[in-house]
């Protein structure tokens, strides 16, 4: 029985002809954007007789597979002759010397192709095929053609799809064990929690219907299994080919691959691969990725193919341990591989970059591909500053007078530029004007006149200094994310001694968030934390038709104990309210035993109470968070807390809100007794922070609210949710500060927090 197997064929050619090295961090591969208006420009040149964007499909047979090719080529071009050329439309940041007719055998693959499927549709006996680049700063255009006959177009093809042919049987075989074993799938515990269903099948629905759901489900339901589950479900019943699963977090992705591990072990044959950060991952002492510094980089594309193979042939989890041996066997940068392992893989865990971030983005998933995804966002409280600052771009008046400095004598274009940069900020500084709602378009300008000098030196491929790297990559970026700006965005000026820095600062990430979004088949927003639900619909890109859904705690709210002392924990009153806040901590740790976790809302604040707290209780264990603590440093800071045979044994722990300890973590059972929260969660009050609420304010929404008051009562709930977090966990939660009582804060605590005492 012949199989068939759909291609795009920009996806066969790109498989079967990549070689090379991964050169250093500039690619000169030019933007989406720059791409699609290169296209358009060249496309208004064509004829009346000529054609753009052709759609064009044929089936090739090879063996027992039958491949059905497709794809758009750019341009069909029939001259007064009736001859008929394939024309493909590439751009480039290279000088276009630089690019030769044998520089990039992709592309020629991509055209032949296209010439082949036309020439076979109209029985023609020869093609003419055209290769047009275009150079994207200067629009300079360059072009080569070649004239094939019918057989060669045919024998060219077939050899392609059969070097493709071995790689497509393995992942047919992937594909039918791991539909088969999906729609065989049972849900690995013997009964749901309370609430558990409810939220699995919510998230099945949703991805049956095409939509997006924002679902607020308290800690203890187990939100990673009843989100996955669901859409494992989703992929065995032919609804979705591919889960994203995107996070914040270390120790979240940790949860979703022991998530998919407890499936496996049910029989699930699903392939997942967690991407780790280039930083953490590479294998050298500092990260450039060049191949004349760089083993794992040089030949980097001639091996790849082979390793993916081999990696997916064998294993089924893709974790970093597993990426890092097969990298070593394979001689593949481990990150590249990950990446490249993505758009192979059924699961992918990654951070929200990979997905929303402009600048660092998965781009090479088609629209066809994302019709069947589905993106699981874990702890989406997150994403809204994390949005925040993906889509806002800093430049530093500095970096650009360094570059002046060194390249004056040597690369004076560059020198040039980067003095114009300068001598802006330097007038800007002049002016005083710290905050402009509009763009400067100027700036925008001579930055982006700067890339293009720095894309030209760059493109050379001769080594540069590291500060022309990165000045490039911070440019870059700020022209990028200029072409973003809206009314949704602002800019602002901050001036230190003779620095100079200006922010592209986006107030509201909802539309971008909802372009980047886009095209997804179905996309689930989700934490403990959600809440109020209107604030975060509005600011993640939600929709009125979107769905909403709110499961409380599963586990009886008799099991935890909740006080608030009015005590205030304002600024001003803070040196007056140590001393009682100290001797109200000391007293709960009389009357309960077990380990507790105390929350502040900054280092100085909770380094002011521990010195008293160890004072005045000496005889106490306790662990403080450090600002700077690395993952060995973490993992100690959370083993220390263990189940005490004696009470005097116990541990307390001093951490800030909304910092790595305070979400996220699981100390089940006796691990922990208690948490105590001091103060309502306010973020530092600052610019930005003012920036926000000034914005808000003026669109109709409360701006204090929505900058302050909101994240802060998140980080609040989060810090909160680490105490129960199974059906025998019991203790207790601790508010301190009399703001709890207010209307405002009270409608934000949880139903099983609102059977509160006040204490004295």
């Known amino acids: 029985m012949t199989q068939i197997i759909k291609i795009a064929v920009r996806t066969l050619v790109e498989y079967t002809f990549r070689s090379g090295s991964i050169e250093t961090g500039f690619r000169t591969a030019s933007s989406l954007h720059e791409g699609t208006k290169i296209h358009q420009k060249i496309q208004k040149t064509y004829r009346e007789t000529d054609q753009k964007e052709v759609y064009l499909k044929t089936e090739v047979t090879v063996d027992d597979l039958t491949f059905q090719i497709d794809g758009r080529c750019d341009g069909l071009l029939i001259d007064e002759d009736g001859v008929i050329t394939i024309d493909e439309i590439k751009s480039t940041s290279m000088p276009l010397e630089k690019v030769t007719e044998e520089t990039h055998p992709v592309h020629w693959a991509q055209a032949i192709l296209y010439a082949y499927i036309y020439a076979k549709d109209h029985d023609l006996t020869e093609m003419h095929i055209q290769l047009t680049y275009v150079q994207v700063r200067t629009g300079e255009e360059k072009r080569f053609q070649r004239i094939m006959e019918r057989e060669e177009l045919e024998s060219f093809v077939l050899d392609v799809v059969s070097r493709y042919a071995s790689y497509a049987r393995l992942r047919l075989a992937l594909r039918e064990k791991r539909n088969a074993s999906a729609k065989a799938l049972a849900f690995p515990f013997k009964e749901y929690r309370q609430g558990q269903r409810k939220l699995a099948g919510s998230v099945y629905k949703t991805i049956r219907e095409k939509k997006t759901l924002f679902a607020k489900a308290s800690t203890g339901i187990g939100k990673t299994i009843s989100t996955i589950f669901p859409a494992v479900k989703a992929v065995g019943e032919g609804h979705v080919e591919r889960i994203f699963y995107l996070t914040a977090k270390t120790i979240t992705r940790t949860a979703a691959e022991e998530a998919f591990r407890l499936l496996q072990k049910s029989k699930l044959e699903i392939v997942v691969v967690t991407i780790t950060a280039k930083e953490k991952i590479c294998f050298q002492d500092r990260v450039k990725c060049d191949k004349t510094e760089c083993p794992f980089a040089d030949g980097y594309y001639d091996r790849i193919n082979g390793a993916i193979s081999d990696i997916m042939e064998h294993e089924k989890m893709l974790t970093r341990p597993v990426i890092e041996k097969y990298a070593r066997k394979h001689m593949v940068c481990p990150f590249e591989f990950s990446l490249d392992l993505a758009y192979a893989a059924d699961a992918v865990i990654c951070d929200y970059n990979y997905m929303f971030d402009p600048r660092v983005s998965l781009q ?23 949005a925040r600052e993906m889509y806002s771009a800093t430049i530093v008046k500095s970096h650009f007078l360094d570059l002046y400095r060194l390249y004056k004598k040597d690369l004076k274009e560059i020198a040039k530029t980067a003095k114009k940069v300068n001598d802006h900020l330097l007038e800007k500084k002049k002016q005083n004007q710290m905050l402009e709602k509009s763009l400067d378009d100027k700036l925008v300008q001579v930055v982006d006149a700067f890339v293009f000098k720095a894309e030209e030196e ?34 602002y000026l901050t001036v230190t001694g003779s620095e100079v820095e200006l922010k592209l600062f986006c107030l509201d990430p909802s539309a971008q968030l909802k372009q980047m979004g886009k095209g997804f088949r179905s996309k689930v927003f989700f934490s403990a934390t959600l809440t109020p639900a209107g604030y975060y619909m509005n600011l993640l890109g939600g929709k009125e ?11 009886d709210r008799e099991n935890i104990d909740v006080m608030i002392q009015p005590l205030s924990t304002r600024y001003r009153d803070r040196e007056r309210t140590v001393e009682p806040m100290v001797q109200f901590i000391s007293q709960i740790l009389q009357k309960r035993a077990g380990n507790f976790l105390v929350f502040f809302p900054s280092y100085q604040y909770m380094r002011t109470v521990y010195e008293q707290f160890i004072t005045l209780t000496p005889d106490v264990k306790t662990i403080v968070q450090d600002g700077g603590m690395t993952e060995e440093q973490r993992e100690a800071f959370l083993e220390a807390f263990q189940e005490n045979e004696n009470p005097l044994d116990r541990l307390v722990g001093f951490a800030v809100l909304g910092g790595i300890f305070s979400e996220g973590i699981d100390l089940k059972g006796e691990r922990l007794q208690g948490v105590i929260i001091v103060g309502v969660g306010l973020p530092q009050i600052g610019l930005e922070r003012n920036i926000i609420k000034d914005y808000f304010q003026a669109i109709g929404q409360n701006g204090y609210d929505y900058s302050y008051v909101y994240p802060g009562m998140n980080k609040v709930l989060q810090a909160g949710g680490r105490l129960i977090r199974t059906e025998s966990d019991h203790g207790i939660i601790a508010l301190i500060d009399d703001r709890f009582l207010q209307p405002k804060y009270q409608a934000m605590l949880p139903y099983e927090w609102q059977h509160f005492t006040v204490g004295e």
Request: net charge negative; charged share 35%; hydrophobic share 40%.
């Open 364 to 386: 090479r998933i088609f629209e066809e591909d994302k019709k069947k995804t589905v993106l699981l966002v874990d702890e989406a409280h997150n994403l809204v500053d994390r």
């Open 458 to 491: 760059l493109a050379k491929g001769e080594e540069v200094d590291e500060l022309l790297l990165e000045t490039y990559f911070e440019a870059n970026a700020f022209v990028k994310i200029a072409r973003l700006y809206d009314q949704r965005f602002t800019s």
């Open 545 to 555: 038709d979107d769905y909403v859904l709110s499961i409380p705690s599963p586990f």
